[in-house]
């Protein structure tokens, strides 16, 4: 159903969304190394920052993936950041985001993106952008991101999800307009980069009832192209993690076949044609979190990343580091090289089974999907 939908509009992805690929790089192409027993670094850490410390997300979406999660915060920075300069050379990414925490508000931001840079690595943020323009303002914190920003595989990804302050206020449950002040902020930073392609901006737009008019959806890439962001990716919202599969299959069904239908139409002519568009326009269909396609033995996502819990504790990946996933932590946020080492090895195990996640509600996420189901189909190749 999706898939066919993916083929016959030839949906090309830019080179950060093809997970697999990313994956096969990392492994310099040779997969005989999955579950060989050697220990491989994976090809991010994902760090989930425990906001200011007091609570979680300024914002409260209610199609947030944590909304039904437990969000404890705990403060790990010092030993998080002695962990990383113990790991120089060997990381190649860091990824600043969160399962139900917002990275711009923990004061160590800045601290952790320099030693990222420091360690030879690149990073990514996941942020919904609120903080960016008080910030910058205050702290010239825009004009310090570029600056250390090498290459365009730097980025900052802003979750938008409207074109007008009223969608956005009603797409995110929100008391107060923060759209104009999110625009204004997206705007300073390509200002701010100036000439450069470091790092790469770029906007994602979840689609729903309140933000996926014809006009709102037009007028929103216009506004992205007059302030020249790289990207600006639409896409269906998730359901809910934590949920039983037989409720998500009834969200997929009510919601994610029929709304692709309507979106896939409207989207079609006004998506980029050449990656070297810019910005690139495209949309990524439910056929990249179809809970239906979660039906793997093998897990090797571990090869992809390890994640940092914004509760302290490391987990097997980054949609599950929530203590409502206690099943899949694999230690206490260590410095110590040789205890992380060995969490490493365990997050490689050709033994454990996705459905320990599956049976709970724990689901992958689009990079996981893809790469647990290339694996699958790899292997009932040969």
């Known amino acids: ?87 120089k050379g060997k990381i190649p990414y860091y990824i600043f985001g ?14 952790f993106l320099a030693t990222a840079k420091n360690c030879g690595a690149y990073f990514g943020i996941h942020t919904n952008g ?18 250390i920003a090498t290459d365009k595989q730097d980025y900052l990804s802003i979750s938008l999800d409207a074109g007008t302050p009223k969608s956005h206020m009603k797409s995110k449950n929100l008391k107060r307009n923060w759209f104009d002040e999110i625009i204004e902020g997206i705007r300073m930073a390509v200002k701010i980069r100036g000439d450069s392609d470091s790092p790469a901006i770029r906007v994602c737009y979840l689609l729903n009832k309140y933000n996926s008019s ?18 600006l990716r639409f896409s269906i919202p998730y359901d809910l993690y934590g949920k039983d599969f037989d409720r998500v299959r009834a969200y997929k069904k009510a919601i994610e076949v029929k709304q ?35 039906n793997f033995k093998q897990c090797i996502y571990g090869y ?18 929530t203590p409502t996933f206690k099943m899949n932590r694999l230690g206490k946020i260590t410095d110590d090289l040789e205890e992380f080492k ?9 033994n454990f089974c996705p459905s320990t996640c599956f049976k709970i509600g724990a689901r992958c996420n689009r990079m996981a999907l893809e790469i647990n189901s290339k694996w699958k189909e790899i292997n009932e190749k040969n």
Not at 214 to 231: A, L, R, T, Y
Not at 270 to 294: A, G
Not at 342 to 350: A, E, R
């Open 260 to 294: 692709n239908i309507k979106y896939m139409k409207m989207l079609k002519p006004l998506m980029s044609k050449d990656l070297k568009e810019k910005p690139y326009i495209f949309y990524l269909p439910p056929e990249y979190q179809d809970v239906d396609r979660m």
């Open 214 to 231: 014809e006009k709102e959806i037009k007028g929103i890439i216009e506004i992205m192209k007059d302030i020249k962001v790289d990207s």
């Open 304 to 321: 992809y990343q390890i994640t940092l819990g914004a509760d302290g504790y490391i987990y097997r990946c980054s949609s599950t580091a």
């Open 130 to 147: 609120s903080m960016l323009k008080s910030l910058e303002e205050i702290q010239g914190w825009l004009t310090e991101l570029c600056r």
């Open 1 to 87: 159903m999706f898939l066919k939908d993916i083929q016959k509009n030839k949906i090309i992805r830019p080179t950060g969304y093809q997970y697999f690929k990313i994956l096969s790089d990392h492994l310099n192409n040779d997969l005989t190394k999955i579950f060989s027993g050697e220990l491989i670094y994976p090809r991010q850490i994902e760090l989930h920052l425990p906001a200011d410390h007091k609570k979680a997300c300024n914002f409260s979406c209610p199609y947030c993936q944590g909304m039904l999660l437990k969000k404890p915060v705990v403060p790990f920075e010092d030993k998080a950041l002695a962990l990383m300069n113990k790991l």
């Open 98 to 111: 969160g399962a139900y925490s917002e990275p711009m508000l923990n004061p160590y931001m800045m601290t």
């Open 342 to 350: 060995k969490m490493i090895l365990i997050n490689q195990d050709p």
